[in-house]
């Protein structure tokens, strides 16, 4: 799946180029030639445990592994969702604008600006990162559908900016710890801190099962946590299929803040590629149990230089807020550009 994000042949075609040796595996970062770091391919970022000296039919078996590891790679990266971004360990960031209509909220028109700089010196561990987020999206760790750029269905919230430091004290092939604080800029400030741990289980030669937990805290908030569970699936050579789950409970709020979400990813050659998604969520102890469901068309692709994305939306849903509200399909259409800086994978 070659694209202007990653760079990279087909997920399945890296997982053939990963029967070579244990022991061969370059590192997940590597200095270049200029003295730049480089981001890490499919191959690195999804490695093999250490085979031995097992017989090649073995090796060729588990090869395939890096299959559905790489095709969720890739469709994270091009679709700039968060699980992606937070996984760069290198300076890195995205900047998009988005205008986008719906019979429900009318016309709005939102920007997106998120970094992180890695800081090479410090054991290349540390990070710092700044951005405008949604409200409360950061600390727990609730990135909307595709972190890139704002989707069409999302309830006008205000947007927090934000600056601070991250550290990441674990970084295994399948189990990843880091830790971010850092304050909203807003008066009066406002400080956060939050911890997330992330593993990866794979099922079969084509499934892949991804959790999260992140456990936060910030001063309106109180102390709170937010569970991802991600169940991934390769279906052939061009789509994916994820059904993600979330939820989220916090001291200053009743009940849990939940969603789900069913998305199929195709793609199209080159750096073009679609996303077709159904989404629902709400809150136990919500006014209304059932907030939002309904479904979205995504198509992106790059234009101009491998580094600027324009991105289609359009979909219809079935929103309601507030309990005397009257549930009824809501249209929306929407289009963004998107350009990317720093170091890429």
């Known amino acids: 799946m ?10 399945a075609a890296e997982a053939a ?16 030639e200029d003295g ?21 039919i073995d090796r060729m078996h588990l090869a395939v592994y890096r299959s559905v590891c790489g095709s969720a790679f890739w469709f994270d990266s091009f679709f700039g969702e ?10 890195f960031g995205r900047a998009g604008l988005a205008p986008h209509w719906s019979e429900h909220d009318g016309f709005e028109l939102k920007g997106r600006l998120k970094a992180k700089i890695n800081l090479p010196r410090l054991e290349k561990r540390f990070n710092a990162f700044f951005g405008n987020y949604e409200k409360e999206e950061f600390e727990t760790d609730r990135s909307p559908t595709f972190g890139g750029l704002p989707p069409v269905f999302e309830q006008t919230t205000d ?34 801190v939050r911890l997330r741990s992330q593993r990866f289980h794979f099922f079969s030669e084509v499934s892949l099962l991804r959790f999260r937990q992140t456990v936060f805290w910030r001063g309106e908030l109180g102390f709170g946590t937010t569970s991802h569970l991600d169940l991934e699936r ?5 789509r994916h299929l994820r059904w993600s789950n979330i939820g989220t409970i916090a001291q200053a709020t009743d009940g849990i803040d939940w969603e789900s979400r069913l998305t199929l990813y195709h793609y199209l050659g080159g750096s073009r ?11 136990t102890d919500a006014p209304v149990a059932v907030e939002t469901y309904g ?32 549930r009824q399909p809501s249209f929306g259409l929407g289009f963004g550009f998107e350009l990317i800086f720093g170091n890429r994978p």
């Open 2 to 11: 070659p694209s202007a994000v990653l760079a990279q042949d087909e997920p």
């Open 159 to 192: 947007q927090d900016w934000l600056v601070g430091l991250g550290y990441s004290p674990l970084r295994g092939k399948r189990r990843r710890i880091d830790i971010d604080a850092g304050v909203k800029l807003s008066f009066p400030l406002d400080p956060f």
């Open 82 to 91: 968060e699980d992606a971004y937070r996984q760069r360990d290198a300076t």
């Open 273 to 283: 590629a679609f996303a077709y998604e159904l989404t629902i969520k709400g809150g």
């Open 295 to 326: 479904f979205e068309t995504i198509y992106r692709q790059s234009m101009f230089r491998d580094w600027f994305f324009l991105e289609l939306r359009g979909g219809l849903a079935w929103p309601r807020y507030e309990p005397g509200e009257l």
């Open 17 to 32: 180029a990963a029967t070579e040796p244990a022991g061969e595996e370059p590192a997940a970062t590597a200095e270049a």
């Open 234 to 238: 390769v279906l052939g050579k061009s």
């Open 36 to 56: 730049k770091t480089k981001q890490p391919t499919i191959k690195e970022a999804c490695k093999l445990p250490d085979l031995g000296n097992v017989a090649w």
